[in-house]
């Protein structure tokens, strides 16, 4: 809301001394936020010049500079025998622009003047061999918005608007400054100078009279003949008529200055006069060309496929959601949005009808988003407008239609509907003051609440308040609290620490997932974040089949993009986004990981259900608005593109491998103390035959990592083979135990035993080395340190070899015990893998 | 010469004569220290205490000597070679460092190569600073909350007194599911009462819903709204929020709490002042600056402040006293019970303490940006 600072003054009678930034802190205090003060900026004598002489003069660095002579009236010298032209009374100036010509009006500061647009105080100055005795200003250097002169230089006056010596300060508004505020939605009474003009009383606690009580109401019966069908939708409608406008009649400068800085352009007297009024009381109204409406004017829901030609002159077809008015012609303006242009007020109107009326919020605000038609009028109504002020707006319509432009008031009003008092709410006295921390006295609050408009009434502890016509944002106790604090100011709220009773720090998950965050950073990976929307042709690129259920989505009816219609259902494409943009950017080792949701939709997609908000929902009506949410869990995904130990002149580097993305995801198992198992498998984005998933103890696959396919990878322009893997994080976390293992090892001595076995190809090393782990209970671990193929085997099979350490708890081997148990580990490689000792 | 002495056999040893050991014994000790390897001084042990050595020979003449002269020969030819042996030793040992403090010179290395060879990881501040928060609030006794990402309408409006009506619903500020069917943005569109959270407030509801007061939980966490990416605006960021409800608690306890909040995070000059503000789910609402934590808002430095634009003060986020019809949807009973609520984004306070001017580079996934924080902010 743009605020001239000299109407507020002319509605609040501020102390002199108020400066205009102490103005709009205290506003700003008050929940009424200044954005900026506009305007200010120019002081001096700034002053209109008729320029009387050019000379052109071609300078060494191939400018022209015209040095001119020019009348400032009374801030004339008596000579200026260098300038060009007779030497009359004038100045003497040099201006670079070329864009006006002897004869013409401009804006000249003379020395001593401060333009803050430039932040500069002119000067006499001797420039391109004069004497420069001011300047010639340009919309841009007087802090002016732009308009079609700023480019082309200078800003020219129209010929007659103004005389030589004139005061261009007071000509153009500069020294008039406009606060513009940020006014909250639950502040609607402040988009008018009226509710500003009441906060600024009352923050400077000054009297102050509302401007709406001003108005002398017109009486009698007669009015325009109006029906309004929709009482819903209208609650109340007031018209009064007004006729013998001079339609010659130009609209005073004070009004039009008013109106221009409070962001409206002027554009006739009658429709300035209208705008004005809203400006002032908060009021939208309307003004219908009496001689071009034809019937009574009727209010009403649309019927479907209506038609109007808005004042923007766009024809918008209606449905019975629209509120309008109309006549015997049918729809002839859309309430509270937009008047139509067949009544439009015209060069030629004298009498009019003017409208002022009371909306249901809902209906416009629907009504202004389903035509995309946002106006001053729709902004007030969908907020609120005082609805006892109908009348009253439209008397001061006419009221200003007669004082300014020749009207006379017909006799007679029309005035439907009734206003509906807000309901009185009860609280304690002290509310307040418990709510806010602040000492406000039941006192203070009944005397600003009283000064807000309300009526209170105190019965021993508590208040009951009837809130006034004009503010619909008190409804219950503590919104009275916000007036109150508002007053008692929000600086004085003291700093109190909460104790609460001791919480019981970091849940299991929160602290599990962060210890997985730390095993991802110490195994060398990057953590990146990355946007979960993608596409089916991101799903594409990864090879998915069309039947893989990573491509059912969850889509978003309203996506920033078509080519990203959901979310993912895989961290790998943001990943693997990620990874290209890195090499792309010139990077040989990129290995990052995530630790994100993904989306994953049910099998039946059901609607979240909407609840009433006058008490809690049911169990049952909570259980189901999470089964109607998708499973969204934290996965945790990593790609290793490029070295994963870098070459260096201790020894050469080594390639990042599939083994290196199961190991990270391992140990990410092991600090959550989960067992995982590897099984071979073939899904897509892997390496078919470089794929692991990853199985928990019952059974249930967690995730998978291994080698990217290698199409893949050349697809996302990745070199060499890529490690990727990703897993399930919330399975994981869900199978963490609560305690981890205890710590047992016995201090008797350790016999160690290295056994190499020939087995077939296709026998996985692991299951031989459980078997092995398995073949004696001395056995105290099995390490695989060797895998052979070659000359040495047959084809088709190949050596493990395995160390063995062995142990008892109780005592130190002997020889027999060492040779039974490494008897028992041979027979099991033989019995269970047809395995031959080397 | 004296007179001849009747007890004593007048046999003269050369070898064990007192000059002569006292000699030998000089001989040794000098050879000890003119040696200057290991290896001569194995010889002058050979020559000097070995078999053939003079005092090794003078010992062996101690049996021709009468029994009343034996002991005190022993003795001489005991301290002597005690005293050659010692020197042995000690010569020995400082040798034996010499020799070995050349050999570790030998094996001097270049300490400026490389010890790179490892790959280091790093974590996205994001990360940390959403910990480094849960921290905070934790240290002070609350608990932290957490919510899914796809959350039900409900929750994310109604419950947090958002009417049906509120702008914020509309498609042009809130992702909504599509429900299964309807046509993006034709009617039904948004019949799935399903939307991507516009805030971490959900959250809040559920934590009342599934808490007993006293509650007091922290929710960082990723939301979302419709805006393009560039480089101030993200669709999809975070936020932390912050939910206090108990007996007795006030506007005066929301300050507190956000004074050691900021305190914790800026320092202990840090400060926070209250602005009105309006929001549908606080009464009162406040805006919470913070004092700017690079001009403190002092008369010398504020006016040409890059950080706070001269205020002196940099918003911080919204905060309030918690409405009572949110208490009523969620289960609370407003008459017993109060709070108060906060939340702030979480990105602005990283891009602006690390000038990052492009709030994409927290998307991207460079490495470059990532690697600066380490594993900490």
């Known amino acids: 809301m743009k605020v001239p600072v000299e109407w507020l003054k002319s509605l609040v009678e501020l102390p002199a001394e108020v400066t205009t930034a102490q103005l709009a802190d205290r506003l700003t205090m008050y929940d009424l936020k200044l954005e900026e003060i506009i305007g200010g900026g120019v002081s001096g004598p700034l002053t209109v010049g008729r320029v009387l002489a050019i000379s052109p003069e071609q300078q060494k660095n191939g400018k022209t500079i015209n040095w001119c002579r020019v009348d400032v009236g009374a801030q004339n010298v008596d000579s200026v025998p260098d300038a060009p032209g007779d030497d009359v009374a004038s100045r003497g100036i040099v201006c670079g622009a070329h864009n006006f010509a002897v004869g013409d009006l401009v804006v000249v500061a003379l020395p001593g003047t401060y333009l803050a647009a430039l932040d500069f105080e002119i000067g006499s100055r001797k420039t391109y061999g004069h004497v420069s005795d001011g300047m010639i200003c340009s919309t841009t250097e007087l802090g002016l918005p732009d308009d079609a002169s700023s480019a082309a230089g200078i800003l020219v006056l129209p010929a007659g608007s103004a005389a030589p010596g004139d005061d261009a300060i007071v000509l153009l508004g500069l020294g008039d400054q406009t606060l513009d505020l940020e006014v909250n939605p639950d502040r609607a009474y402040a988009?008018?100078?009226?509710?500003?003009?009441?906060?600024?009383?009352?923050?400077?606690?000054?009297?102050?009279?509302?401007?709406?009580?001003?108005?002398?109401?017109?009486?009698?019966?007669?009015g325009y003949p109006v029906r309004v069908e929709d009482p819903e939708g209208c609650p109340v409608f007031s018209t009064v008529v007004v006729t013998g406008i001079d339609p010659t009649r130009p609209t005073p400068d004070w009004l039009a200055r008013r109106l221009t800085q409070a962001g409206m352009r002027s554009i006739s007297l009658t429709v300035d006069i209208s705008n004005y009024v809203m400006l002032e009381l908060g009021q939208p109204n309307h003004c219908y060309d009496r001689a071009k409406?034809?019937?009574?004017?009727?209010?009403?829901?649309?019927?479907?496929?209506?038609?109007?030609?808005?004042?923007?002159?766009?024809?918008?077809?209606?449905?019975?959601?629209?509120?309008?008015?109309?006549?015997?012609?049918?729809?002839?303006?859309?309430?509270?949005?937009?008047?139509?242009?067949?009544?439009?007020?015209?060069?030629?109107?004298?009498?009019?009808?003017?409208?002022?009326?009371?909306?249901?919020?809902?209906?416009?605000?629907?009504?202004?988003?389903?035509?995309?038609?946002?106006?001053?009028?729709?902004?007030?109504?969908?907020?609120?407008?005082?609805?006892?002020?109908?009348?009253?707006?439209?008397?001061?319509?006419?009221?200003?239609?007669?004082?300014?432009?020749?009207?006379?008031?017909?006799?007679?009003?029309?005035?439907?509907?009734?206003?509906?008092?807000?309901?009185?709410?009860?609280?304690?006295?002290?509310?307040?003051a418990r709510i806010s921390g602040v000492d406000i006295t039941p006192e203070l609050t009944q005397d600003v609440l009283e000064r807000n408009g309300c009526v209170v009434e105190r019965d021993g502890a508590t208040f009951v308040v009837s809130p006034p016509t004009w503010r619909f944002d008190l409804n219950d106790p503590y919104d009275f609290v916000e007036e109150a604090l508002r007053s008692a100011g929000y600086e004085n709220v003291p700093s109190v620490l909460p104790t609460p009773t001791g919480g019981r720090g970091l849940s299991r998950e929160q602290e599990l997932r962060r210890r997985v965050g730390h095993v991802l950073a110490g195994a060398g990976l990057t953590e990146v974040t990355t946007l979960p929307f993608v596409g089916p042709a991101h799903l594409d690129r990864l090879g998915l089949a069309p039947t893989d259920e990573r491509r059912r989505q969850v889509l978003l009816a309203n996506p920033l993009s078509r080519e990203e219609p959901g979310l993912t259902t895989t961290l790998l494409v943001g990943l693997l986004r990620a990874a290209s943009l890195n090499v792309g950017r010139g990077h040989d080792v990129v290995q990052i990981s995530e630790v994100g949701r993904v989306f994953l939709p049910a099998a039946d997609e059901v609607a979240a259900p909407i609840y009433g908000v006058d008490a809690r929902p049911t169990a049952e009506q909570l259980a189901a608005l999470d089964a109607a949410l998708p499973y969204q869990p934290h996965h945790v995904g990593l790609v290793l593109v490029g070295e994963r130990e870098r070459t260096g002149w201790d020894g050469p580097g080594r390639p990042a491998a599939w083994s290196d993305a199961v190991a990270v995801l391992r140990r990410v198992a092991q600090v959550l103390h989960v067992e995982v198992a590897a099984r071979a498998a073939q899904v897509a984005p892997y390496h078919p035959g470089r794929c692991a998933e990853l199985v928990l103890a019952d059974g249930t696959v967690v995730g998978h990592a291994g080698e990217l396919h290698p199409a893949v990878a050349a697809e996302h322009g990745l070199p060499g083979r890529v490690g990727v893997g990703e897993i399930d994080l919330d399975l994981m976390l869900a199978a963490a135990p609560p305690i981890g293992p205890k710590p047992s090892f016995s201090t008797f001595p350790v016999a160690k035993e290295d056994l190499a076995f020939v087995v077939d190809e296709a026998v996985p090393a692991e299951s031989v080395r459980s078997a092995l782990a398995a073949a004696s209970d001395l056995v105290e671990s099995v390490r695989l340190f060797d895998v052979y193929t070659g000359d040495q085997v047959p084809q088709g099979r190949r050596s493990l070899a395995f160390s063995l350490r062995l142990r008892a708890p109780d005592r130190t081997l002997t020889d027999a015990d060492i040779k039974a148990a490494r008897d028992a580990a041979v027979r099991a490689a033989e019995t269970e893998f047809s395995a031959t000792l080397r | 010469m004296s007179a001849p002495n009747s007890d004593y056999d007048p046999v003269e040893v050369t070898p064990l004569h007192p000059d002569e050991i006292a000699r030998v014994t000089s001989e040794a000790l000098q050879a000890v220290t003119a040696a200057t390897t290991l290896a001569e001084l194995k010889q002058v042990r050979i020559d000097h205490t070995g078999d053939r050595s003079p005092l090794a020979l003078a010992n062996?003449?101690?049996?021709?000597?009468?029994?009343?002269?034996?002991?005190?020969?022993?003795?001489?030819?005991?301290?002597?070679?005690?005293?050659?042996?010692?020197?042995?030793?000690?010569?020995?040992?400082?040798?034996?460092?010499?020799?070995?403090?050349?050999?570790?010179?030998?094996?001097?290395?270049?300490?400026?190569?490389?010890?790179?060879?490892?790959?280091?990881?790093?974590?996205?501040?994001?990360?940390?600073?959403?910990?480094?928060?849960?921290?905070?609030?934790?240290?002070?006794?609350?608990?932290?909350?957490?919510?899914?990402?796809?959350?039900?309408?409900?929750?994310?409006?109604?419950?947090?007194?958002?009417?049906?009506?509120?702008?914020?619903?509309?498609?042009?500020?809130?992702?909504?599911?599509?429900?299964?069917?309807?046509?993006?943005?034709?009617?039904?569109?948004?019949?799935?009462?399903?939307?991507?959270?516009?805030?971490?407030?959900?959250?809040?509801?559920?934590?009342?819903?599934?808490?007993?007061?006293?509650?007091?939980?922290?929710?960082?966490?990723?939301?979302?709204?419709?805006?393009?990416?560039?480089?101030?605006?993200?669709?999809?960021?975070?936020?932390?929020?912050?939910?206090?409800?108990?007996?007795?608690?006030?506007?005066?306890?929301?300050?507190?709490?956000?004074?050691?909040?900021?305190?914790?995070?800026?320092?202990?000059?840090?400060?926070?002042?209250?602005?009105?503000?309006?929001?549908?789910?606080?009464?009162?609402?406040?805006?919470?600056?913070?004092?700017?934590?690079?001009?403190?808002?002092?008369?010398?430095?504020?006016?040409?402040?890059?950080t706070c634009g001269g205020e002196g003060w940099i918003e911080w986020g919204g905060c309030g006293v918690v409405n009572p019809r949110v208490l009523v949807a969620c289960g609370v009973d407003p008459e017993r019970y109060s709070g108060f609520a906060f939340g702030m984004g979480l990105d602005r306070t990283v891009t602006s303490r690390y000038d990052i001017a492009d709030l994409r580079d927290l998307w991207d996934g460079d490495v470059r940006f990532t690697e600066p924080f380490g594993v900490g902010l």
């Open chain 1, 191 to 222: 988009l008018s100078l009226r509710g500003v003009a009441r906060d600024t009383a009352l923050a400077f606690d000054l009297p102050f009279a509302d401007p709406a009580e001003a108005v002398t109401l017109p009486t009698g019966d007669g």
């Open chain 1, 293 to 432: 409406v034809s019937g009574d004017l009727v209010v009403r829901r649309a019927e479907a496929g209506e038609q109007i030609t808005t004042l923007d002159d766009v024809v918008r077809t209606l449905t019975p959601e629209d509120l309008v008015i109309a006549d015997d012609s049918g729809v002839i303006g859309l309430a509270g949005v937009m008047g139509g242009a067949s009544t439009e007020i015209g060069p030629d109107t004298t009498d009019v009808v003017v409208e002022a009326a009371h909306w249901d919020p809902t209906t416009i605000f629907r009504g202004e988003r389903r035509h995309k038609l946002p106006s001053e009028a729709a902004k007030r109504y969908e907020r609120g407008v005082d609805p006892a002020l109908t009348l009253a707006g439209a008397a001061r319509v006419a009221e200003l239609l007669v004082e300014l432009a020749g009207g006379r008031l017909e006799p007679g009003v029309t005035h439907v509907g009734t206003v509906r008092a807000p309901a009185p709410v009860t609280f304690a006295v002290d509310l307040p």
């Open chain 2, 60 to 306: 062996r003449e101690i049996g021709a000597l009468p029994p009343q002269a034996r002991k005190e020969a022993g003795q001489r030819i005991g301290q002597a070679r005690g005293e050659v042996a010692q020197a042995l030793a000690t010569r020995t040992e400082e040798l034996e460092a010499v020799e070995s403090a050349a050999r570790l010179l030998a094996e001097t290395v270049d300490v400026t190569l490389p010890t790179d060879r490892e790959v280091v990881g790093a974590r996205h501040p994001i990360t940390t600073i959403q910990e480094l928060v849960a921290d905070v609030f934790v240290a002070m006794g609350w608990e932290v909350a957490e919510g899914p990402e796809v959350e039900a309408e409900w929750l994310n409006f109604d419950a947090m007194n958002l009417g049906p009506d509120h702008p914020a619903r509309t498609m042009q500020d809130t992702f909504w599911v599509a429900s299964s069917g309807a046509a993006a943005d034709g009617p039904g569109a948004q019949d799935s009462g399903k939307v991507l959270r516009t805030h971490t407030s959900p959250v809040q509801a559920r934590s009342m819903l599934t808490r007993t007061p006293p509650i007091y939980v922290v929710c960082p966490g990723r939301v979302y709204r419709t805006d393009e990416a560039d480089a101030t605006h993200m669709p999809v960021f975070h936020q932390v929020e912050g939910l206090a409800i108990d007996e007795g608690l006030s506007m005066a306890h929301l300050k507190g709490t956000l004074d050691h909040f900021a305190r914790a995070i800026y320092g202990d000059t840090m400060t926070t002042r209250f602005r009105p503000s309006y929001f549908p789910f606080t009464e009162p609402s406040a805006e919470v600056d913070l004092l700017c934590y690079v001009c403190h808002n002092e008369p010398s430095a504020v006016a040409s402040c890059r």
